[in-house]
Structure formats: C-alpha cells, structure tokens
C-alpha cells in the first residue's frame, strides 16, 4: 500500500523536481557565473534601481485597482439569480491568451486606436492623445489581464459565508454599510488577500503587457530581463536579475501571507 | 431471494470481549453480544455511546483492539469487509450517484461474476421485494428520500447476506415516512429471515421494531434483552432513564412514603403506574404534592407534580379525562404501588 | 440583502469592459485595410485568409495545439494519480506535498522563464518542443491537480466502503466508483490544463526557436514588430476557441468548479 502510494505520486515527483531543480539552478548560477560583484553592479546602476522601483509601485497599484474593481464586482455576481451568465463574461477573456488581451489594449489606445479616434470623431481633441507607450497603459493593461483572478478568488469566499450571518447583523438593527463593513467584509478577507498575493506576485514578473503597452522606455523588472537576453544576450545579468525578481516578489508578498495567515487563524481557529 | 425459506439458516453472531480505543476513548469496551440467527437486534444509546463503532468492527471497516467476532462459526478476525457475508445500509444510504436504481442493486451481483440474465432476474425480484420495480431505470437523484431508502436496502438485500447492517438508516426522514418505513423494514425482516442489526438513538424506533435491544452507553453494553425487558426490568439507572420516561428515587426520597427500596437500590416509577387524586387513595404508597405543570399529549396529560421544594418534581401520565378540573397549583394526593417498581442498583 | 447602486454600475461596467477589448479586436479583424480600425472601415475576409495561407501561421497553431494536446493529457493523468497517491495520506505529508505542487503558482513568471532557459541550455534542450512541453507539464501541473483533488474530496467515503461491502476489491472500487465520480474532475483538468497551455506566452518565449514557436509567442513577435489586422484574425480565432472551451467547461462540469479550485487554493498551506 505504502509502496503502491509512492509509485502514483513518482511522476508528480519528478515534475516538482524538475521545478525545484530550474529554480536552483537559476539562483545557484546567478551567484557562480555572475557572482556577487554583478549584484552589486546591479543595485549601483541607476537604471535598474528606477526598474526596481517602477516594478514594485505598478505591482502595487495594479494590485490595488484590481481588489477595490473586483469586489463590487465579485459581489454583485455573489448575489446575482444569473451568476452563470455573467461568470462566462468574467472567465472567458480570463482564459484568453495575455497576449490577445494586451493587443486589445493597443487597439484602443494607439494614436490610431478607437478611443483617440472616437475623441477626434465628437471634436474633442484636433491631436492624439498619447497613451500607449505610457506607465498609465501598463497599469489599465495589467489591472485588466488580472482582474479575473481577484474578482474568482473573493468570489469563492462570498460564496461560502453564510448569507443568514448578514441576516442575523440586519435582524440585530445593522444597516447595510453596517452589515457589510462588520460581517461580509471581514469574512471575505482570505479571498481579498489570497487574490491580491496572486496579482502582486504576476504583477511583477509580468513582461508581455509592460512591454507591449509600456514600449522599452518604462519598463519592468520583466521587461529588462527580457531585453538583457534577447537584445544585449546578457544571460549573467538576466540571471541576477531574475533571482532580484524572486526576491522582491517574496517581499511583496510575504506581508500579505502573512496577515492572511493571521485572519484565518482568528476566523477558523486553526 | 424468494425461494428463501422461512427459518433462518444462517446470520448467528457472536462478539467476545470486543473493544476498542481512539486515543484515550474507550470507543466500544469488552462488549460480549451472542445474536441468532434472523434475529431482528437494535443498538440502542446516546451518540457517542459506541454503537456505531461496534457496527463497523462487525462491518470489517474498523478492527477490533482486542476480542473476537465469529459469523456462523467461521472467525471475522482481520477479514477485509467485502469477504464477510455481512450487508450495510449506510446512514447517508451512500447510493452510487453515476448508476441508476437497477445498477445500483446489481453492482455486487456483478463483482460476483453472476451471468447477465441471472442479474436482471435477481434485480428485478429485489426490487419488486421493496416495490420499486416501475424505477428500475431512474437515476438515484430522480428519488424520493423514502425510495432511496428502498434502493439501499434492496441493493444489500439482493446479495443475500448473512448479516444485514443498519446505520440510523432512516434518521433523515420526516417521522411520518420513518413510521411508516419501520413497518416495512420490519415486515421485510420477517419475509427474508436475515439477522438485521439496526443502529438507532431512538428509544421508540428500537423497542418497536427490534426483537432484541441491546443499550449502549459510553462504550459498554449496559443491558441486551427483549423491549419488555428493558422497560420492565432494567438492568441500570442508565437503562431505566433512557428507555422510557421514569421517576428513579432513592431510599431517602422515598422515606416519606413509607417505602423502602432494596439495600443499595434505585426504585424506578414509570409515570403510568402513579396516580393522583380519588384514584391514589387505594395505593399502598402516598403523599401529598402540589401540581406545577399539565401537559395534553393527545389521550393523556402529562403532569409534574412537586412534593415540596427541594426534591425533583415527580412525573405522573394519567388519561386526559382524569384530570377534571385539578390545575397547575392545585393540591392532591400522589400515590404509587412499590410492587410494581423496578430496581436498580444505586451505582 | 440589496446592493448599493454605485456596487451595481461598478459591477455592470466591469461586465462591459472585461470583454470589451476582445470584442474590439474581432471587430478588428473584419478590416478591409491594412490598418486596424474600430469599427472597421467594412467587411472583408481578407485578414482570415491570410491567416489560413500561411505556413507559419498554420505552423504555430498547429505546434501550439500539439503541445496543448500533449501537456493536457499527460499532466492530467499525472495529477489523477498524484491525487490518488495523496487521498488519505497523513495530513502533514499531503499538505506538503500538495504546497510543492502548487508551487509554480508562487514564482513569478519572468524568473520561472529565465530558470527554464537556463536549465533547458544545459540539456540542450532549448528551442525544442520537448523543453516547451516540459516547462508546460510543469505550468499545468497545478491547474490540473486541483479540480482532480476537489473531485476526489467530493466523493464520500461511504461511497467507496459502500462498495467494498458489495464485495468489490480496492482496484474494483477504483474502476467502478471512484474513477467514474472522479469524470468532472478529470474533464476540467483536461480543459484547464490545454487553455493555460495553449494561452502561455510569458514562460514560452524564453523557449522557442527558430525550429519551434508557438502561436501566442508567434503573435506576440508579430505585434511587437507590426500591428496589422491579420494578428486580429488570429486573436479573434483564439478567442473563439477559448470561449468554446468556457462553454464546454460549463456544460460539462460547471462554471463553479473554477470557485471550488480557488477555495481548495486558499485551504492549502502556501
């Protein structure tokens, strides 16, 4: 049985190795091939420290449009008889190529794009607006392509309260801003903090959207290493900056797992 | 199935010192059990009291710590569940939701390898045993609690075990529909000839369908005997209180009458045997009592009666028509014959 | 309990706005010009025709669906037997073993792309469909355990018992009971896994070569290059495809199981 137990689980084993080993490798050759002098050039170059810093407040804001648009959202769909209706709207462009999603951004905001065009067509502008190529782009761009995460994951822990506690709080003289303030949002804090680890986490080590939309001059921690590989074929310096990337993820996201943590240990006493 | 006949043939078990721990819980503790053959038995007690542990060590799905189990002669000792000649009808009735009713109840007839015309048939007399045969085709979510109920048993059934396993089967149900569902699972008892052992925590369902109950409390058999038995003699305070409703009393709350209850006894009074008022006078044993509350429960009212203010209220059930028109805060005599009274050990 | 208007127009607006750039995009894609307009200028099947003549746009489709195919159904029965390793197993040793899968989910992506390259090199196996299949296994992995796992915790264990007393044996049990009940399960892990598959370009185009590509790093080469209407033809038959494949989701098994995947998410340690 305990052999039986072992032999199913080998394949899975060897993929989580394989992955362990990619992630090993990467930060272990980061430190024999470049070694600590290439960190240290790194975190002297002004040009990476302003990457670094864009990276870390995009994600972050990013991170915060999606949360405060997911939740209304996420309610509404929680409380909605056509739920099933308005979830294929929400997962459907959530399955779509990031790719196909961000040319739909370029779409509508190029120089020639439908909302410039529309501006021009009801005599508001006379010149384009420039908005592709822009920080601002990167930040529609991204909050678009990881909404669907945050709005499924509060989704799931709206769903799973019990709708007789906000009863209960209405019965006991709460208001509505009352009832949801002190029993819906409290409840639904795992989903809040479990979705937006998710997009800090994709934020930062997104490079299709940033580069698509934010073009080579503002870009990302995943943009750089993107263009030290395949334009300066710099793998040593894409190296280091990738394990950088590591780092600043697990910083970014450490806080949140935490506090994650903490409220499930208040809320299921576990 | 049919050709079944009418005295049973197989289905005697014994159980020997059987116990069982989780942790620091003694779970089932040196229960002895000896149940023969077509026999209709009911575990009997609170949750928790182990009866339902016990039912899955005779099922194969827990293994005893110590004791032995013997089916028909032959030792279940570590036999895998699916090898003892033993059915179960779960409480949830765990009916496979991807099979319709008629595979449902051929699913062990076609582990066996019997031949595909051999199951229809036994399918079809199975469910015609439980009258379901018009639902052969339906799918288990297409049902009706009671139905599904039906399903369960006719998929045990059909297999002809030499034990029939019943975990608080019809717990679920309105009590309409479990009245009625206990005097068919009765009824089918008693056309098969299979040993049921059926696990319930209501007193009413165990004295009315069992044979035999058998009275579990924290893990150890307090009693095994006929209905009767249980209500008339009790084996324990436990017995006395659970089964039926009793006034139990010791000797010094008894002293007032007059009455003495055996060295280290418990006198126990159902609440039938008192009597109030002009019908007390001719009782050897009396008193007078204040009445606090009359409850009206269809022919009967139900009537707790205090005798002063530190002692528990004594519980008296007389015909509703009695009563006349005595009322809560009335005075009246409360009397009882100690020759009807059970005893029970005090400890 | 009734919701706030401004949660309902937040909520509806989202509802417009998630689809909105996808929509564009096919609008796009019926140009009869060589720009790309919104709405489009007429109607023409030029851009779709294009598509279907050339070799390296059918390539990529094809490489891209072959790699889909392949990683869905590998990783998919690496996870059912995964999962059936795990069903039961202490609870220390399952939760660790499920938080290495879910592992890939808690890096980001740029670093996973350049620890795969790196990795891949070495085995020469860079370029090549087995290194994109390989990485894409591993991607997979998590999407296709956890609707497999939520199945599995679905069936009661009376079910299987259920069984046992009937008189089947344990391999019996696995045929007739559990691998049935376990059918949702399997076809959203199939789905799953083949859409983040097919979608994934982040990790991807660190992998490809001249040899081997894949449709949406195909795309996303083509964007970043020019941005003519024939990109929208193809968006416009993945997201086509994708949301065929959300259809499918629903009538197999249900919208709801991605909820269900995202609580069993936030149950495991991370």
Same mark, same amino acid.
């Given at each position: 049985m305990?052999?039986?137990?072992?032999?199913?689980?080998?394949p899975?084993?060897?993929?989580?190795a394989a992955f362990?080993?990619a992630?090993g490798g990467?930060?272990w050759?980061?430190?024999?091939?470049?070694?600590?002098g290439?960190y240290? *050039?790194?975190?002297? *170059?002004?040009?990476?420290?302003?990457?670094?810093?864009?990276?870390?407040?995009?994600s972050?804001l990013?991170?915060? #449009?999606?949360?405060?648009?997911?939740?209304?959202?996420?309610? =509404?769909l929680a409380?909605?008889k056509?739920?099933?209706?308005?979830?294929?709207?929400v997962?459907s462009?959530?399955l779509?190529?990031?790719?196909v999603?961000?040319f739909?951004?370029?779409?509508?905001?190029?120089?020639r794009?439908?909302?410039?065009?529309?501006?021009?067509d009801?005599g508001?502008?006379?010149?384009?607006?420039?908005?592709? =190529?822009t920080?601002?782009?990167?930040?529609?761009?991204l909050t678009?392509?990881?909404?669907p995460?945050?709005v499924?994951?509060?989704l799931?822990?709206?769903?799973?309260? *019990?709708?007789?506690?906000?009863?209960?709080?209405?019965i006991?003289? +709460?208001?509505?801003w009352?009832t #949801?303030?002190?029993?819906?949002?409290?409840?639904s804090?795992?989903g809040?903090?479990?979705?937006?680890?998710?997009?800090?986490?994709?934020a930062?080590?997104?490079?299709?959207?940033?580069?698509?939309?934010?073009?080579?001059?503002d870009r990302?921690? +995943?943009t750089?290493?993107?263009?030290?590989?395949?334009q300066?074929?710099? =793998?040593?310096?894409?190296?280091?900056?990738?394990?950088?990337?590591?780092?600043v993820?697990?910083?970014?996201v450490a806080p949140l797992?935490l506090?994650?943590?903490r409220?499930?240990?208040?809320?299921e006493?576990? | 199935m049919?050709g079944?006949?009418s005295?049973?043939?197989k289905g005697?078990?014994?159980?020997?010192?059987?116990?069982?721990?989780?942790?620091?819980?003694r779970?089932v503790?040196?229960?002895?059990?000896?149940?023969?053959?077509?026999?209709?038995?009911a575990?009997?007690g609170?949750?928790?009291?182990?009866?339902?542990?016990?039912?899955?060590?005779?099922?194969?799905?827990?293994?005893?710590d110590?004791?032995?189990a013997?089916? %028909?002669?032959r030792?279940?000792?570590?036999?895998?569940?699916n090898?003892?000649?033993?059915?179960?009808?779960?409480?949830?009735?765990?009916l496979?939701p991807?099979l319709?009713?008629a595979?449902?109840v051929?699913?062990?007839?076609?582990l066996?390898?019997?031949?595909?015309e051999?199951?229809?048939q036994e399918?079809?007399?199975a469910l015609?045993l439980v009258e379901l045969?018009?639902?052969?085709?339906?799918?288990?979510?297409?049902?009706s609690?009671?139905q599904?109920?039906?399903?369960?048993?006719?998929?045990?059934?059909?297999? !002809?075990p030499?034990v029939?396993?019943l975990? !608080?089967?019809?717990s679920?149900?309105?009590?309409?529909?479990r009245?009625?569902?206990?005097?068919?699972l009765?009824?089918?008892?008693?056309?098969?000839?299979t040993?049921?052992?059926?696990?319930?925590?209501?007193?009413?369902?165990?004295?009315?369908?069992?044979?035999r109950?058998?009275?579990?409390?924290?893990?150890?058999?307090?009693q095994?005997g006929?209905?009767?038995?249980?209500?008339?003699?009790?084996?324990s305070?436990?017995? @006395?209180?659970?089964? /039926? !409703?009793?006034?139990i009393r010791?000797?010094?709350?008894?002293? @007032?009458f007059?009455v003495?209850?055996?060295?280290?006894?418990?006198?126990?009074?159902?609440?039938e045997?008192? @009597?109030?008022?002009?019908?007390?006078t001719?009782l050897p044993?009396?008193?007078?009592?204040?009445?606090e509350?009359?409850d009206?429960i269809g022919?009967?009212?139900r009537?707790?009666?205090?005798?002063?203010e530190a002692?528990?209220p004594w519980?008296?059930?007389?015909?509703?028509?009695?009563v006349? %028109?005595?009322?809560?805060?009335a005075?009246?005599?409360? /009397?009882?014959?100690?020759?009807r009274a @059970?005893?029970?050990?005090?400890? | 309990?009734?919701?706030?208007?401004?949660?309902?127009?937040?909520?509806v607006?989202?509802?417009?706005?998630?689809?909105?750039p996808?929509?564009i995009?096919?609008?796009?894609s019926?140009?009869?010009?060589?720009?790309?307009?919104?709405?489009?200028?007429?109607f023409?099947?030029r851009?779709y025709?294009?598509?279907l003549?050339?070799?390296?746009?059918?390539?990529?489709?094809a490489?891209?669906?072959?790699?889909?195919i392949v990683?869905?159904?590998?990783?998919?029965?690496i996870?059912?037997?995964?999962?059936?390793?795990?069903?039961?197993a202490?609870?220390?040793?399952?939760?660790a073993?499920?938080?290495?899968?879910?592992?890939?989910?808690?890096?980001?992506h740029?670093a996973?792309g350049?620890?795969?390259?790196?990795?891949?090199?070495?085995?020469?196996?860079?370029g090549?469909?087995?290194?994109?299949?390989?990485?894409?296994?591993?991607?997979?992995?998590?999407?296709?355990y956890?609707p497999?796992a939520?199945?599995?915790?679905?069936i009661?264990?009376?079910?299987?018992?259920?069984?046992t007393i009937?008189?089947?044996?344990?391999?019996?049990?696995l045929?007739?009971?559990?691998?049935?009940?376990l059918r949702?399960?399997?076809a959203?892990?199939?789905?799953?896994s083949f859409?983040?598959?097919?979608?994934e370009?982040?990790?991807?185009?660190?992998?490809?070569?001249?040899?081997?590509?894949?449709?949406?790093?195909?795309?996303?080469t083509h964007?970043?290059?020019?941005?003519?209407?024939?990109?929208a033809?193809?968006?416009s038959?993945?997201?086509l495809?994708?949301?065929?494949?959300?259809?499918?989701?629903?009538?197999?098994v249900?919208?709801?199981?991605?909820?269900?995947?995202?609580?069993?998410?936030?149950?495991a340690?991370?």
């Amino acid at each position: 049985m305990k052999a039986g137990r072992v032999a199913l689980f080998a394949p899975m084993a060897m993929l989580i190795a394989a992955f362990a080993v990619a992630i090993g490798g990467l930060i272990w050759g980061s430190f024999t091939k470049g070694g600590v002098g290439l960190y240290a *050039d790194l975190l002297s *170059d002004q040009v990476v420290l302003r990457v670094l810093w864009r990276t870390v407040w995009i994600s972050a804001l990013t991170t915060l #449009f999606c949360v405060v648009l997911a939740y209304p959202l996420a309610l =509404f769909l929680a409380r909605s008889k056509h739920r099933n209706l308005w979830l294929i709207l929400v997962i459907s462009p959530w399955l779509v190529s990031i790719v196909v999603r961000t040319f739909g951004w370029m779409v509508l905001l190029g120089n020639r794009g439908v909302v410039n065009m529309t501006l021009r067509d009801l005599g508001l502008i006379d010149a384009p607006i420039r908005m592709l =190529f822009t920080p601002t782009a990167v930040l529609i761009g991204l909050t678009h392509v990881f909404l669907p995460f945050v709005v499924i994951a509060i989704l799931s822990s709206l769903l799973q309260q *019990d709708r007789r506690l906000e009863e209960a709080s209405r019965i006991l003289g +709460g208001t509505r801003w009352q009832t #949801f303030r002190r029993v819906t949002l409290p409840l639904s804090m795992p989903g809040v903090i479990g979705g937006a680890s998710l997009v800090l986490l994709m934020a930062t080590g997104a490079i299709v959207t940033p580069l698509l939309l934010g073009g080579l001059r503002d870009r990302m921690l +995943g943009t750089q290493i993107y263009t030290e590989i395949f334009q300066v074929f710099n =793998f040593e310096r894409a190296t280091a900056m990738a394990v950088m990337l590591l780092v600043v993820a697990l910083v970014l996201v450490a806080p949140l797992r935490l506090l994650e943590a903490r409220i499930r240990q208040t809320q299921e006493g576990v | 199935m049919a050709g079944m006949p009418s005295a049973a043939t197989k289905g005697r078990l014994r159980l020997d010192r059987i116990t069982k721990t989780f942790g620091a819980l003694r779970a089932v503790d040196g229960v002895d059990l000896d149940i023969e053959a077509g026999e209709f038995i009911a575990f009997l007690g609170p949750s928790g009291c182990g009866k339902t542990t016990l039912l899955r060590i005779i099922a194969g799905f827990e293994a005893a710590d110590s004791g032995r189990a013997a089916l %028909d002669g032959r030792e279940l000792g570590r036999l895998p569940p699916n090898r003892r000649d033993v059915g179960l009808v779960f409480q949830n009735l765990a009916l496979f939701p991807h099979l319709s009713v008629a595979q449902n109840v051929a699913f062990g007839l076609e582990l066996r390898g019997h031949a595909k015309e051999a199951i229809a048939q036994e399918v079809a007399q199975a469910l015609a045993l439980v009258e379901l045969g018009a639902l052969s085709g339906r799918r288990i979510q297409q049902l009706s609690g009671g139905q599904r109920q039906r399903v369960a048993l006719a998929r045990a059934l059909v297999l !002809e075990p030499a034990v029939l396993l019943l975990d !608080e089967p019809l717990s679920a149900l309105d009590l309409k529909l479990r009245r009625q569902l206990q005097q068919e699972l009765k009824a089918l008892q008693r056309r098969t000839r299979t040993t049921f052992i059926f696990v319930t925590h209501d007193q009413e369902e165990a004295l009315s369908m069992a044979d035999r109950v058998a009275v579990f409390n924290h893990g150890k058999l307090e009693q095994f005997g006929s209905p009767r038995d249980l209500y008339q003699r009790p084996a324990s305070r436990f017995v @006395a209180d659970f089964v /039926g !409703e009793a006034n139990i009393r010791d000797a010094a709350q008894l002293a @007032a009458f007059g009455v003495r209850p055996p060295p280290r006894s418990l006198l126990v009074i159902r609440p039938e045997d008192c @009597a109030i008022g002009a019908a007390a006078t001719s009782l050897p044993a009396r008193r007078e009592g204040v009445i606090e509350t009359i409850d009206y429960i269809g022919p009967h009212a139900r009537l707790r009666i205090g005798l002063d203010e530190a002692a528990e209220p004594w519980v008296v059930l007389i015909h509703g028509g009695a009563v006349g %028109d005595l009322a809560p805060g009335a005075r009246t005599v409360l /009397g009882f014959d100690p020759a009807r009274a @059970a005893s029970v050990p005090a400890q | 309990m009734g919701l706030s208007p401004a949660t309902r127009i937040i909520a509806v607006l989202l509802l417009i706005l998630l689809p909105a750039p996808l929509i564009i995009v096919i609008g796009a894609s019926f140009s009869p010009r060589a720009v790309l307009a919104f709405p489009p200028p007429g109607f023409s099947w030029r851009w779709y025709l294009e598509f279907l003549g050339s070799t390296a746009w059918i390539t990529a489709f094809a490489q891209s669906a072959v790699i889909a195919i392949v990683a869905a159904v590998v990783t998919t029965i690496i996870a059912v037997l995964a999962a059936l390793a795990l069903d039961r197993a202490p609870a220390r040793l399952r939760s660790a073993a499920e938080t290495a899968i879910l592992a890939p989910l808690l890096f980001p992506h740029a670093a996973i792309g350049i620890a795969f390259l790196g990795w891949l090199s070495m085995l020469h196996l860079n370029g090549g469909f087995i290194g994109v299949l390989m990485a894409h296994l591993i991607l997979c992995a998590p999407f296709a355990y956890r609707p497999i796992a939520v199945s599995l915790r679905q069936i009661d264990r009376s079910l299987t018992e259920a069984a046992t007393i009937l008189g089947a044996e344990p391999r019996q049990t696995l045929t007739r009971v559990v691998l049935p009940l376990l059918r949702p399960g399997i076809a959203a892990s199939l789905l799953f896994s083949f859409i983040i598959s097919f979608d994934e370009v982040t990790v991807t185009m660190f992998l490809t070569g001249p040899q081997f590509t894949t449709l949406p790093v195909s795309i996303y080469t083509h964007i970043h290059d020019s941005a003519d209407p024939v990109v929208a033809a193809i968006s416009s038959v993945l997201i086509l495809l994708t949301a065929g494949l959300v259809l499918l989701i629903d009538r197999l098994v249900g919208l709801r199981i991605f909820i269900d995947i995202e609580e069993e998410g936030r149950h495991a340690p991370a």
